[in-house]
């Protein structure tokens, strides 16, 4: 099967596009990456120009053989289906539910609710941020350690890397950002250990990305 072409609009710190660069590199589908800076001018993905990719004015978008789609676990179901192997689902049926429920612990249940224009608008309420996205992100992961109990092996379901792991390594890198202590999770760091030794992860990682910028401070 011819490899589509691809191309990723992102943020090198976003985890949502994150997800879709390790998805694109397990598979061995090279892409053009065009960045999208959220925080530069109040957020280029506000402009005129983005809004017309993604009326969601988030990341990531990706145009797969002239075929434009948004949101990261869409766009990794499509591109399961135009390069199936390796696969990022398990064939057994209750493993691949299994997996996307794993999935969307965080991306649903976590990642929403430390994102960006959360974020700011709570601080524009006067809310502390930092401690509302810790709580949550400590409530999801204590959630996702305790279901992954069931499938891990390696990784988060089974022996080889999918679609729960994907959203994994983001996540906890975030949770570092906002200072949430990980000793409680040995299964969720055992597995993103094993995945961080993988070159598909590694060269997905924020601070390889074209557009990464020096960190100064933990900031949302």
């Not at 011819?2 to 590199?25: D, E, K």
């Not at 993905?45 to 789609?69: S, W, Y």
């Not at 499509?78 to 199936?84: A, K």
């Not at 299994?98 to 709570?122: D, Y």
């Amino acid at each position: 099967m011819t490899a589509p072409r691809v191309t990723l609009w992102g943020y090198w710190r976003s985890s949502a596009t994150w997800r879709v660069r390790i998805a694109l590199n397990l598979k061995g589908v090279p892409y053009c990456y065009e960045p999208v800076h959220l925080v530069r001018e109040g957020g280029e993905q506000f402009g005129e120009v983005h809004r017309r990719r993604n009326p969601m004015q988030q990341v990531p978008v990706v145009e797969i053989d002239g075929r434009r789609l948004t949101q990261s676990l869409a766009i990794c179901d499509y591109l399961e289906r135009r390069v199936p192997e390796p696969p990022l689902w398990p064939a057994d049926p209750y493993l691949r539910a299994r997996a996307t429920a794993l999935a969307e612990i965080v991306n649903s249940g976590i990642q929403p609710l430390q994102n960006l224009s959360v974020l700011r608008r709570l601080e524009s309420h006067g809310v502390d941020s930092r401690s509302w996205a810790a709580y949550w992100i400590q409530r999801g992961l204590e959630a996702l350690e305790a279901e992954m109990q069931e499938t891990a092996g390696r990784f988060a379901v089974g022996d080889a890397p999918g679609i729960a792991d994907l959203c994994l390594v983001p996540q906890l890198y975030n949770a570092r950002r906002f200072g949430v202590a990980l000793d409680a999770f040995p299964t969720l760091r055992r597995v993103e250990e094993a995945c961080e030794r993988l070159d598909a992860f590694a060269a997905a990682r924020p601070e390889r990305q074209p557009d990464a910028e020096p960190i100064v401070e933990p900031r949302p």
